[in-house]
Structure formats: structure tokens, C-alpha cells
């Protein structure tokens, strides 16, 4: 099986414009694409997992990726699947996020030379001439079209300001500069950016006499239709420092039962014989299928010893063996301590199993809070720094979060 043939049996192929003449460049080898990456955190996220595992597949079969980091993109903020506007980003935070992701994606890319690419549109579009921009681009697009475009639709009902509007013609430069630097013919990315994609190739079509093409990834969701990869706390981020190697195993082996086999395809790199087996896997087998998907998916983002550690403190806390050296755990100093104890709203909330205080009022109201075993009651229960130190306190929420909170001075 082929790289194409394979992509389409894991179900990540969504939209292509040119099927035959896609399937001909990946397949060879000859395909030099693109991925944009906007720079709106210091931290890659689980949004981000597909399109880097589907870069390293299609290195590996010999095809050339350049990863684009949107520093100038990110001065305007993208409108697909908004309903409100970006915060404006300095150009400081800009550069610092763009440093982050290109660690990050080195876990995946090889970025050796003549292997990939890293580049960053603010090379090419703060130094635009915007009158020039007009005449040269401005020209080759629709207003018409473009507003028939699903990114703009959703926006236009609350308001969609002129400075979003140009999103599209960014990104559709940007496919048009990389094709004349650095021979990018192809250009992939999630189903939501398929109109700035299109704007893309008929910018290339129109200025250059030439063809180039668009390949949208599926998008990740859950048998619920919603996008996965983000939990009651907020994303699950791929920095070990905003979401531990252990929570990140957590999230993958807690997946419904449903999204198991579908998370195995288009995330690791089983061999799809494998995966096709555990089709007939039933009730206790498919928590076996979660915890590879969990063990690989660590595997991937944080490396095998870290992957070793996530699964050995989940079988600790859940099954009684592993190595509980490996639970989760947060350290408490002075300062958290108010005249020497800690209430156990506060210290849910130090121990980040809710996002908030009143997320804490409502967990140990409905008695979904335990402490060492004994469920906790009473929102008002305190800890002394003396019960808090050795071996600390075993604070769990619902069924399946949990943290060591030890006090260390």
C-alpha cells in the first residue's frame, strides 16, 4: 500500500482538487507541501497532532514538508471557525511562540537539509507594499466569492471586520510565495481552511500560468460530532510544563469507546493490520486498545521513558501495581498555605483538577471529591502543612483525576 492509498484507509483525506495528480506526486515522492501554523500560544496543541503525524508520514515516504509559521498572518488572526475576534498579538510574542512550535515539531519533522522546511510569512508580508498588493493580488479575487466562503459566512451575523477579511488573500499569498521559492506545490490543512486553500491554487493559476494543489485533513472529532483535544480545564497542549506526559496518557486512555479504533488510525503508526484486528476487540479489550493508543500517542509527543512513566502511574492509582513514583504530583510551598492549612477548594485548584474556584464548590457539593480515600463533604475542610508532608494527600476527582499534593516548605 502506498503513502496516498494508506492516507485514505486511515480516513484523513477530506477534500482534494486534483485526485490523480495528488495521488501521482505523494505517491512518488515529488510532493513539496506546506502546513500553516498560526503562533497564538507558546505551545503546539492536540489541534495541531494530525497535521504534524501527517507531515512525518509524508516525509518518510520521501516528500518534502515546509512548516509555515504565521508571524505575519498572526497580526491579522484567522476567521475560520470564529464567531469573535483574535487578540492582537507584539511581534515579541509572535517570535517567542514561533521558537516553541519549531522544537515541538522537530519531534516529528527531520529538519536536515533538504529534508524540510521552517519558514515564517512575516519574512514576505510586513514588508508588502500595499498599494502594489492591491494591484498585483487584489485584482485576482472575487468579493463575491469570497464571501460565499464558509469562514466569512459565519462571521458576517456579528460583524466581520475588514482587517479579517484580508485573511484570505494572506494565506493565498503565501501558497504563491513558497511555490516560487522553494518549488511548494501542494498545500494541506484542516477541512475548515479549504476556501483560503482554493484562493491559494487560483492565485497560482492565475499569476503564474501554473497548477498547484489543496488536500484538507479530516478533522478530529469525537463520535459527538465535537472537535477532540480540549477538556474541562482547557487544551491539552503537547508542552510537557501545560499539560504533564501523564494527563496527555490520561486524555487518550479516556477516550469513549466509540473514537478508540477511529483515534488509532488517523494518530499512530500501527500498522493498520494491527488496528484492523482490534475491530473485533469488545468490552474490556477495547480499555487494552486505549491504553496503546494512550501508550503511543506519549510515546510520540514526549518520548518512550516518559510514555513508560504516564503508564506505570496510571496502573498505580487504577489497578494497584505500577510505579507510583510516577503519580502526578504538586508541591506545596508556604505561600499557598493561609496561616499554616490549605482549604480543599484551594487545593483542588493548586493541583489544576478544576479551572476554578467555584468548578471546586460544585465538585465537592455534588461529592465527587475524595482525600485519601474518604470523600470530602464539607467545602470548608482544611489541611495542615504537618498533613500534608512525607508522602502528602491523594486528592482525587471523579473517577479518573487524580494528584499527589505533598507540602515541601
Known amino acids: 500500500m502506498q503513502i496516498y492509498?494508506?492516507?485514505?484507509?486511515?480516513?484523513?483525506?477530506?477534500?482534494?482538487?486534483?485526485?490523480?495528480?495528488i495521488r501521482e506526486l505523494v505517491n512518488n515522492g515529488k510532493a513539496t507541501f506546506y502546513i500553516g501554523f498560526d503562533p497564538t500560544a507558546d505551545s503546539l496543541h492536540v489541534g495541531h497532532f494530525m497535521a504534524l503525524c501527517l507531515m512525518k508520514r509524508l516525509q518518510e515516504a520521501g516528500n518534502r514538508p515546509i512548516a509555515l509559521v504565521g508571524g505575519g498572518t498572526g497580526m491579522i488572526g484567522d476567521p475560520s471557525g470564529r464567531s469573535d475576534m483574535r487578540q492582537m498579538m507584539t511581534v515579541e510574542t509572535i517570535q517567542h511562540n514561533c521558537d516553541c512550535f519549531k522544537k515541538q515539531m522537530s519531534r516529528f519533522i527531520e529538519f536536515s537539509e533538504g529534508k524540510a522546511l521552517m519558514v515564517n510569512n512575516a519574512d514576505w508580508l510586513l514588508d508588502l507594499n500595499y498599494v502594489e498588493l492591491?494591484?498585483?493580488?487584489?485584482?485576482?479575487?472575487?468579493?463575491?466569492?469570497?464571501?460565499?466562503?464558509?469562514?466569512?459566512?459565519?462571521?458576517?451575523?456579528?460583524?466581520?471586520?475588514?482587517?479579517?477579511?484580508?485573511?484570505?488573500?494572506?494565506?493565498?499569498?503565501?501558497?504563491?510565495?513558497?511555490?516560487?521559492?522553494?518549488?511548494?506545490?501542494?498545500?494541506?490543512?484542516?477541512?475548515?481552511?479549504?476556501?483560503?486553500?482554493?484562493?491559494?491554487?487560483?492565485?497560482?493559476?492565475?499569476?503564474?500560468?501554473?497548477?498547484?494543489?489543496?488536500?484538507?485533513?479530516?478533522?478530529?472529532?469525537?463520535?459527538?460530532?465535537?472537535?477532540?483535544?480540549?477538556?474541562?480545564?482547557?487544551?491539552?497542549?503537547?508542552?510537557?510544563?501545560?499539560?504533564?506526559?501523564?494527563?496527555?496518557?490520561?486524555?487518550?486512555?479516556?477516550?469513549?469507546?466509540?473514537?478508540?479504533?477511529?483515534?488509532?488510525?488517523?494518530?499512530?503508526?500501527?500498522p493498520l493490520e494491527q488496528i484492523d484486528e482490534m475491530d473485533k476487540w469488545e468490552g474490556s479489550q477495547l480499555n487494552k486498545a486505549k491504553e496503546i493508543l494512550a501508550f503511543e500517542l506519549t510515546k510520540l509527543v514526549h518520548g518512550d521513558e516518559e510514555a513508560q512513566k504516564a503508564e506505570n502511574a496510571a496502573k498505580a492509582l487504577f489497578v494497584g501495581g505500577g510505579d507510583g513514583a510516577n503519580i502526578p504530583t504538586t508541591e506545596l510551598t508556604a505561600e499557598d498555605l493561609a496561616e499554616g492549612s490549605i482549604d480543599i477548594l484551594t487545593l483542588l485548584r493548586k493541583a489544576e483538577l478544576v479551572p476554578s474556584k467555584s468548578e471546586a464548590r460544585r465538585a465537592v457539593e455534588q461529592g465527587g471529591v475524595s482525600v485519601d480515600g474518604e470523600k470530602v463533604a464539607d467545602i470548608q475542610k482544611t489541611y495542615t502543612a504537618e498533613e500534608l508532608q512525607g508522602e502528602g494527600k491523594m486528592l482525587k476527582k471523579g473517577k479518573k483525576n487524580f494528584r499527589r499534593v505533598v507540602y515541601k516548605g
Request: hydrophobic share 35%; aromatic share 12%.
Open 5 to 21: 492509498e494508506e492516507l485514505q484507509a486511515r480516513g484523513l483525506i477530506a477534500q482534494v482538487t486534483d485526485e490523480p495528480e
Open 134 to 270: 492591491l494591484r498585483e493580488v487584489g485584482a485576482c479575487f472575487s468579493v463575491n466569492r469570497m464571501l460565499t466562503a464558509e469562514c466569512y459566512k459565519q462571521r458576517m451575523e456579528k460583524g466581520l471586520s475588514f482587517l479579517e477579511f484580508n485573511y484570505m488573500i494572506m494565506q493565498s499569498y503565501d501558497f504563491y510565495t513558497l511555490f516560487q521559492r522553494y518549488g511548494c506545490n501542494m498545500q494541506f490543512g484542516g477541512d475548515d481552511q479549504w476556501s483560503n486553500m482554493l484562493g491559494g491554487t487560483e492565485l497560482i493559476r492565475r499569476k503564474l500560468g501554473k497548477d498547484a494543489y489543496a488536500m484538507t485533513i479530516t478533522l478530529l472529532l469525537n463520535s459527538e460530532g465535537k472537535k477532540m483535544g480540549k477538556t474541562q480545564s482547557g487544551a491539552v497542549w503537547l508542552d510537557p510544563n501545560k499539560t504533564s506526559p501523564y494527563d496527555f496518557y490520561q486524555y487518550w486512555r479516556n477516550v469513549a469507546d466509540a473514537d478508540v479504533l477511529k483515534c488509532l488510525r488517523m494518530l499512530t503508526f500501527l
